[in-house]
């Protein structure tokens, strides 16, 4: 069931002011909190960590030659960068993975770690820990080959309840849904969030995966999850549902945020009570806005939307916690986003030491 077409406000600064009170350039997560300041948010999140292998040419890749640019090793995979970000935004946060038995997994955990990141890790033995090779080409756009290996093998029975407890919200890319046993894993740790009364945030990350069995089996997957929060660009969405209607995606969760890239995003939300309404009165149409936003340079955008997800998911618990309407709550919780995206993208891009 797909709902009413929205009539979308655009906002269009991340910098200045708040339409909705407090300072949008303000980097808390509770921004606007009183006083009595709420505890942090807990966030776990389930998924790959993994190298990046990253290849940017300086100009076109010739067939038969070598060409000039960078080959770096650094920290990968959707769910550690999301980690690693929510972390750095000071939310209490534990990541569930896979791993190598060897230096690479070693290296990888260390440095979350670093950043405040609570890493449970399954060492897996006779397995590499999984490698994705990222080609950027010189104009920014990027191509991926991804090697899973020990990725993939984080099983159901590897999850401890006690990790779940006290949580505010279990994070995951689809590839926690798709991998075996990673796949059962990921929906185990669903099943596990909601008994323990946490929140459920999905990211659709990569079309081809998600549709590596079809529309409808993608669909009936994301559907399943029941998300709170699903986050998708433009392409992904058009991908799920067979054409490009964003307000379509609340059929499978309370909360869409697109992600526009350079234009900013879309946020489109079901009304509180909403769902209860009496049938037979006009449909509540849904929360939807815009936020335009100052575009970042960039030539490798790797990571970006990682970033963008885990400054959403702290800025809406700290809003939701403060007692934010949910307006209020979803416009500071996109600009928290943006500022986490901005971040990453004008960051260093730091590469993994040896080890």
């Not at 921004?31 to 998924?47: D, E, N, Y």
Request: aromatic share 4%.
């Amino acid at each position: 069931m797909s709902c009413q077409s929205p009539a979308v406000a655009t906002i269009r600064s991340v910098t200045g002011a708040s339409q909705t009170g407090g300072t949008a350039g303000d980097s808390s997560i509770g921004a606007g909190a009183s006083a009595g300041t709420p505890p942090k948010p807990r966030v776990l999140v389930l998924g790959d960590l993994m190298l990046d292998v990253v290849l940017a040419a300086a100009r076109p890749v010739e067939s038969g030659t070598d060409v000039p640019g960078r080959v770096e090793i650094r920290q990968g995979g959707s769910a550690a960068n999301t980690a690693r970000w929510l972390g750095r935004l000071g939310v209490a946060t534990q990541l569930v993975c896979s791993i190598g038995r060897d230096g690479a997994g070693r290296s990888l955990v260390t440095q979350l770690e670093r950043d405040g990141v609570t890493v449970h890790a399954r060492r897996i033995a006779g397995s590499r820990t999984g490698r994705i090779g990222v080609l950027v080409a010189p104009g920014g756009e990027r191509s991926f080959v991804a090697d899973r290996r020990a990725a993939d093998l984080l099983a159901p029975e590897d999850l401890r309840d006690e990790w779940f407890q006290r949580v505010d919200l279990v994070h995951l890319p689809i590839y926690s849904l798709l991998g075996e046993p990673l796949g059962r894993a990921g929906r185990h740790a669903v099943t596990l969030a909601r008994a323990a009364g946490a929140l459920v945030s999905l990211d659709l990350a990569s079309i081809v995966p998600m549709l590596s069995s079809g529309r409808r089996a993608a669909r009936d997957l994301v559907g399943g999850i029941h998300a709170d929060v699903l986050f998708a660009t433009e392409a992904e969405a058009q991908a799920l549902l067979g054409r490009y209607a964003p307000d379509g995606l609340l059929e499978f969760a309370e909360v869409v945020v697109l992600k526009l890239g350079a234009r900013g995003a879309r946020v489109v939300a079901r009304h509180p009570g909403a769902a209860a309404a009496d049938p037979d009165t006009e449909p509540v149409p849904p929360i939807a806005f815009d936020v335009a936003t100052p575009a970042v340079a960039s030539t490798d955008t790797t990571g970006a939307g990682d970033a963008f997800d885990a400054g959403f998911i702290a800025g809406w618990l700290g809003a939701r916690a403060a007692g934010r309407p949910l307006a209020d709550a979803l416009h500071r919780a996109t600009l928290a986003g943006h500022r986490a995206a901005a971040r990453h993208l004008a960051g260093p891009r730091v590469e993994l030491p040896a080890g």
